[in-house]
């Protein structure tokens, strides 16, 4: 079979700056989840976000792959792309996720209120206060089991 391409039109693509390999779907999502991430300072794009629902779907999607990979599974997940997503502190679960919203919600608790002494009865953010009884709960029983 005769090839049409020729070393002059090689020159002449190259002088366009003509991308001879493409990135994948993939790669295209994690420049999109690296982008995300610089304006949003996380990973954690809501699965039905409405800017981009296949963006959302994406990120839940490397979610499942890896749970699937966890349990011994085929996963479409290979160890470059995981390691990819740890270079932006990706989580992989959901319980992270809730943690460090608790915990950047304690922050400012505290840049605004001088402590990190939610009331118990607060009312402004009853989540925070239960993740504060929750996280104090939690450490007694660490320092028992220690």
């Not at 295209?28 to 779907?57: A, I, S, T």
């Not at 607060?122 to 239960?130: I, S, T, V």
């Amino acid at each position: 079979k005769s090839n049409a391409m020729t070393q002059e039109r090689v020159d002449i693509l190259q002088s366009l700056g003509f991308a001879w390999v493409t990135r994948t779907g993939w790669e295209q999502k994690f420049e999109q989840l690296k982008e995300y991430k610089r304006k949003h300072g996380d990973c954690w794009v809501p699965n039905k976000y409405p800017e981009d629902q296949v963006f959302g779907n994406w990120v839940l999607t490397q979610r499942a792959e890896y749970r699937k990979l966890q349990a011994g599974k085929h996963s479409q997940l290979t160890p470059e792309r995981i390691e990819a997503l740890n270079g932006l502190d990706f989580a992989w679960t959901y319980g992270n996720r809730i943690w460090d919203l608790r915990f950047a919600e304690l922050k400012k608790f505290k840049e605004e209120f001088g402590d990190c002494l939610v009331p118990n009865k607060w009312p402004d953010n009853p989540n925070l206060r239960n993740w504060v009884i929750a996280q104090r709960h939690d450490y007694k029983r660490y320092r028992e089991n220690k």
